[in-house]
């Protein structure tokens, strides 16, 4: 077996696997990125609606800042994240718009003067400064207090990723393309690297590394309608699952969106309600404002899904060969605006629905989106039990996004925690050696090797494709938008016993070399240990939190569950995981638990919130009146950060502040 030496290792060319990978390789490391597909085609390219940045540049984010980005974060992750984690990542947000605009992105930008918006379904005009002119625009996005969501029309994505990946390419970063990592090389202790497959000819071969970084994306494809490209398949949460020590995070907390387009779940950016679309039922009744008042479309996800599934389960949704669905008009936002702002919707809606958005409303309703859950790291991204395995983006569970992450929170953290891992990465492959014994690697080797021989040559007789279909309508009719425990039971045993049925895997083509049939054989198995621990702690969690809701626990349970669900697979021959959980210190908590604003508001209080309220009332109390933002916020809840990144944001209004201050103007 081939076995290829690098400092740093990085697992997925998408945008969170590149980041970490440049910041590697500006320190002089050795650097090295796998990839299932040829970068630029990562699922980051398919983003359409933008990056959240507290830049405070439109008038609509006027007097945003970090503190209000953070708050925005903690209450749409339902408390579930890592309050230090959101902190540093609101901080560097701003940071890496400004960074991606040096590396060639075309942000929209703020034109000076009046524009007409549509606001809760009418025409608006506001005013934009002058001295904004030019400076990175945002839009409505996320349920967020401020307009913060930085745009390229809708195809944020596309463009972050083909610049980060010029970057990438410029700093002479080889990305090995076609090359499946699928299993990890470790002693229990330290990781050393992977191994992995080529898809193209078959071989295996071994990357060794001080650092191995795992930045594979979510792993939405265990369900069967889904918004994620057909690569999300979660082998890399299984990578760390199979080395038996590593753990993943709240893997139960999957996002549905509420607007993919029925019936094939292809997404229509969240950028549609964001500039003014607005939901429809069956009779055209536009009904979320009387579910919620304040937000309307425009709560957090979960509660979008939630309330549309409610409006359906009432006969409002309108009768189609795939199932009930409702309707998003973009009709109101006109022709100029959509051809502009939502271009890609226009051509998804022309090319896969034969609609036009201009005047035909548009078939959607809720289809999974986003995994927050994924490997569980420290807040330096590193795994907490396996020293050198590092994991950034939608695969990890850093844990900014607790059980539902904000739209436009998720590009921001593949290169905000792209910038910050990285660096952690770059130190850890400066002060490490390259240290392992050649003959785990051919231990590790051979057992891919075994697995591989078994397949091509063994009786087995299960079928791969007809597992996984049977593995993902488990997941869409048992573990979806509402669960409850009888069906999650049923989901467990159904799917354990595809489990063990997928000991007996048997193939028609026995090709070794560009077989998709074996590529089916060799992930089913790994995804189907993923889809057992979502559906395990989706089970044994028993409150409803963020997109997590369980139809007999209705309340969020700050007193029982305010935790964070660690999973492991120590016995490779178990059927099931081994859960434990992870508490969140209230005492530690810059933004004790309380009300998101939206939703419905029945939590179970935690005996120690009111305690840490008061003692934040006090801290405040005592600083005083005079003490800045940045003063308050470092007495409540200090956060680490690498220490370039430690400065201030600048946003233009300090400026003109400043210099109306100093010309003695009002
Ligand atoms: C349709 C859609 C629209 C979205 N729009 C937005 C938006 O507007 N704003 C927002 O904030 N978020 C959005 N998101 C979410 C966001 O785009 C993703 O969370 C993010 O881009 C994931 O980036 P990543 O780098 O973590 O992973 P990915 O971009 O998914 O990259 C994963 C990489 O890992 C590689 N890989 C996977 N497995 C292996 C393996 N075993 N071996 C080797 N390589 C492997 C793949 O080839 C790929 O290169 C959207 C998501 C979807 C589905």
Same mark, same amino acid.
């Given at each position: 077996?081939?076995?290829?030496?690098?400092?740093?290792?990085?697992?997925?060319?998408?945008?969170?696997?590149?980041?970490?990978?440049?910041?590697?390789?500006?320190?002089?490391?050795?650097?090295?990125?796998?990839?299932?597909?040829?970068?630029?085609?990562?699922?980051?390219?398919?983003?359409?609606?933008?990056? #959240?940045?507290?830049?405070?540049?439109?008038?609509?984010?006027?007097?945003?800042?970090?503190?209000?980005?953070? #708050?925005?974060?903690?209450?749409? /992750?339902?408390?579930?994240?890592?309050?230090?984690?959101?902190?540093?990542?609101?901080?560097?947000?701003?940071?890496?718009?400004?960074?991606?605009?040096?590396?060639?992105?075309?942000?929209?930008?703020?034109?000076?003067?009046?524009?007409? +918006?549509?606001?809760?379904?009418?025409?608006?005009?506001?005013?934009?400064?002058?001295?904004?002119?030019?400076?990175?625009?945002?839009?409505?996005?996320?349920?967020?207090?401020?307009?913060?969501?930085?745009?390229?029309?809708?195809?944020?994505?596309?463009?972050?990723?083909?610049?980060?990946?010029?970057?990438?390419?410029?700093?002479?970063?080889?990305?090995?393309?076609? $090359?499946?990592?699928?299993?990890?090389?470790?002693?229990?202790?330290?990781?050393?690297?992977?191994?992995?497959?080529?898809?193209?000819?078959?071989?295996?071969?071994?990357?060794?590394?001080?650092?191995?970084?795992?930045?594979?994306?979510?792993?939405?494809?265990?369900? /069967?309608?889904?918004?994620?490209?057909?690569?999300? @398949?979660?082998?890399?949460?299984?990578?760390?699952?199979?080395?038996?020590?590593?753990?993943?995070?709240?893997?139960?907390?999957?996002? =549905?969106?509420?607007?993919?387009? +029925?019936?094939?779940?292809?997404?229509?950016?969240?950028?549609?309600?964001?500039?003014?679309?607005?939901?429809?039922?069956?009779?055209?009744?536009?009904?979320?404002?009387?579910? @919620?008042?304040?937000?309307?479309?425009?709560?957090?996800?979960?509660?979008?899904?939630?309330?549309?599934?409610?409006?359906?389960?009432?006969?409002?949704?309108?009768?189609?060969?795939?199932?009930?669905?409702?309707?998003?008009?973009?009709?109101?936002?006109?022709?100029?605006?959509?051809?502009?702002?939502?271009?890609?919707?226009?051509?998804?809606?022309?090319?896969?629905?034969?609609?036009?958005?201009?005047?035909?409303?548009?078939?959607?309703?809720?289809? &999974?989106?986003?995994?927050?859950?994924?490997?569980?790291?420290?807040?330096?991204?590193?795994?907490?039990?396996?020293?050198?395995?590092?994991?950034?983006?939608?695969?990890?569970?850093?844990?900014?996004?607790? =059980?539902?992450?904000?739209?436009?929170?998720?590009?921001?953290?593949?290169?905000?925690?792209?910038?910050?891992?990285?660096?952690?990465?770059?130190?850890?492959?400066? #002060?490490?050696?390259?240290?392992?014994?050649?003959?785990?690697?051919?231990?590790?080797?051979?057992?891919?090797?075994?697995? +591989?021989? #078994?397949?091509?040559?063994?009786?087995?007789?299960?079928?791969?494709?007809?597992?996984?279909?049977?593995?993902?309508?488990?997941? $869409?009719?048992?573990?979806?938008? =509402?669960?409850?425990?009888?069906?999650?039971?049923?989901?467990?045993?159904?799917?354990?016993?595809?489990?063990?049925?997928?000991?007996?895997?048997?193939?028609?083509?026995?090709?070794?070399?560009?077989?998709?049939?074996?590529?089916?054989?060799?992930?089913?198995?790994?995804?189907?240990?993923?889809?057992?621990?979502?559906?395990?702690?989706?089970?044994?969690?028993?409150?409803?939190?963020?997109?997590?809701?369980?139809?007999?626990?209705?309340?969020?349970?700050?007193?029982?569950?305010?935790?964070?669900?660690?999973?492991?697979?120590?016995?490779?021959?178990?059927?099931?995981? @081994?859960?434990?959980?992870?508490?969140?210190?209230?005492?530690? $908590? @810059?933004?004790?638990?309380?009300?998101?604003?939206?939703?419905?508001?029945?939590?179970?209080?935690?005996?120690?919130?009111?305690?840490?309220?008061? &003692? +934040?009332?006090?801290?405040?109390?005592?600083?005083?009146?005079?003490?800045?933002?940045?003063?308050?916020?470092?007495?409540? $809840?200090?956060?680490?950060?690498?220490?370039?990144?430690?400065?201030?944001?600048?946003?233009?209004?300090?400026?003109?502040?400043?210099?109306?201050?100093?010309?003695?103007?009002?």
């Amino acid at each position: 077996m081939k076995i290829i030496y690098t400092d740093t290792l990085v697992v997925g060319a998408g945008l969170a696997g590149l980041r970490v990978a440049i910041a590697s390789k500006e320190r002089g490391l050795d650097t090295l990125v796998l990839s299932l597909v040829p970068a630029k085609r990562s699922h980051s390219v398919a983003a359409q609606g933008g990056m #959240q940045a507290s830049l405070a540049n439109t008038i609509k984010g006027e007097g945003d800042d970090e503190d209000i980005h953070f #708050q925005d974060t903690v209450k749409g /992750s339902d408390w579930g994240c890592d309050q230090d984690v959101a902190r540093m990542f609101a901080h560097c947000a701003p940071k890496a718009v400004r960074e991606l605009a040096q590396w060639g992105v075309p942000w929209t930008r703020v034109t000076k003067g009046d524009r007409q +918006v549509i606001v809760n379904a009418e025409k608006v005009t506001i005013t934009e400064a002058e001295e904004a002119h030019g400076l990175i625009n945002a839009r409505d996005f996320g349920g967020t207090k401020k307009w913060r969501t930085c745009y390229t029309a809708d195809g944020a994505g596309h463009s972050l990723l083909y610049a980060v990946d010029n970057k990438a390419i410029s700093l002479g970063i080889p990305v090995h393309e076609r $090359m499946e990592a699928l299993s990890l090389i470790h002693d229990g202790e330290r990781c050393h690297g992977v191994i992995a497959r080529c898809l193209i000819t078959g071989e295996l071969c071994a990357y060794i590394a001080k650092s191995t970084t795992i930045a594979t994306g979510g792993y939405g494809r265990i369900y /069967s309608v889904s918004t994620n490209a057909v690569i999300c @398949e979660g082998i890399g949460q299984a990578l760390a699952l199979d080395t038996g020590v590593a753990t993943l995070g709240n893997m139960e907390a999957v996002q =549905f969106h509420p607007t993919a387009i +029925v019936p094939v779940g292809i997404l229509t950016t969240e950028g549609c309600r964001g500039d003014g679309g607005v939901l429809r039922d069956k009779d055209g009744y536009r009904f979320m404002p009387d579910y @919620e008042p304040e937000k309307k479309e425009l709560a957090s996800r979960d509660v979008v899904s939630r309330r549309m599934t409610e409006h359906m389960r009432k006969g409002k949704g309108v009768n189609s060969p795939y199932g009930p669905h409702l309707w998003l008009d973009i009709t109101l936002l006109g022709q100029k605006h959509i051809d502009t702002n939502l271009r890609e919707v226009k051509e998804i809606c022309e090319n896969f629905l034969g609609i036009d958005p201009v005047k035909d409303w548009i078939p959607v309703r809720p289809t &999974q989106h986003y995994s927050m859950g994924g490997i569980r790291t420290k807040a330096n991204g590193e795994s907490p039990q396996l020293s050198g395995l590092f994991s950034v983006g939608e695969a990890a569970c850093w844990d900014m996004h607790g =059980f539902n992450r904000l739209g436009g929170n998720s590009l921001a953290e593949t290169v905000v925690g792209g910038m910050i891992i990285g660096k952690y990465v770059a130190d850890f492959g400066e #002060q490490n050696s390259l240290v392992v014994d050649t003959d785990l690697i051919a231990l590790f080797g051979k057992q891919l090797q075994t697995e +591989v021989d #078994q397949l091509i040559e063994g009786e087995g007789t299960e079928d791969p494709f007809k597992l996984k279909a049977a593995m993902q309508k488990i997941m $869409m009719d048992y573990v979806g938008i =509402f669960r409850n425990g009888p069906e999650l039971e049923l989901a467990v045993n159904q799917l354990t016993e595809l489990l063990e049925r997928s000991k007996n895997l048997g193939l028609k083509c026995k090709k070794r070399h560009a077989n998709p049939e074996l590529v089916e054989a060799l992930r089913v198995k790994r995804m189907l240990k993923v889809a057992v621990t979502v559906a395990c702690g989706a089970l044994a969690r028993t409150e409803s939190r963020g997109a997590h809701s369980r139809e007999d626990f209705p309340q969020r349970n700050d007193q029982d569950w305010l935790n964070r669900t660690l999973t492991r697979w120590p016995d490779a021959n178990s059927l099931r995981p @081994e859960m434990s959980y992870e508490a969140l210190d209230v005492m530690r $908590m @810059e933004l004790p638990p309380g009300y998101r604003g939206y939703g419905v508001d029945n939590a179970i209080a935690h005996p120690d919130t009111q305690k840490r309220q008061q &003692q +934040v009332e006090a801290i405040l109390a005592e600083l005083g009146d005079d003490a800045d933002r940045y003063a308050k916020q470092a007495a409540l $809840m200090p956060f680490e950060l690498p220490e370039e990144y430690k400065p201030r944001n600048q946003r233009f209004t300090d400026t003109v502040a400043k210099t109306d201050a100093e010309s003695g103007e009002k």
